[in-house]
């Protein structure tokens, strides 16, 4: 059974930092398995943030969050990370990890089988 636990969520001003974790259970993880993150603000839908490719050599990012989050992952840990720097008030969301057996780099909803129950990042202005 595939879980996605996602943790690491919280408050914090603008411009300061937080780093997500999303550990993952129930299947290889480091078999050809791409990890995404996604977001959701209230009122709005889930939005794709960033995405690793099973070996982590290949990532990709929304125009968003370019050049202040960086996805990464510890195929020995079977966990993903997203670090988030100079946060902005409107990277408040429910934060989500997901995943999906593939050698490319989804970044659409429907392209992912499985997902966490999220963590809420609140950036205070």
């Known amino acids: 059974q595939v879980q996605l636990v996602e943790s690491g969520g919280g408050l914090v001003q603008a411009g300061g930092s937080l780093r997500l974790s999303c550990a993952a259970s129930g299947f290889i993880f480091n078999y050809y398995y791409a990890m995404g993150w996604f977001r959701q603000a209230p009122e709005k839908e889930r939005e794709f943030v960033a995405v690793i490719n099973w070996s982590g050599g290949n990532v990709y990012y929304a125009d968003s969050v370019k050049g202040r989050f960086t996805i990464s992952r510890d195929n020995a840990k079977n966990t993903v990370y997203l670090q988030m720097n100079s946060l902005k008030p409107e990277d408040t969301a429910v934060y989500y990890c997901?995943?999906?057996?593939?050698?490319?780099?989804?970044?659409?909803?429907?392209?992912?089988?499985?997902w966490g129950q999220g963590t809420q990042v609140t950036v205070s202005s």
């Open positions: 997901a995943t999906r057996h593939t050698t490319l780099l989804p970044s659409t909803v429907e392209s992912y089988t499985y």
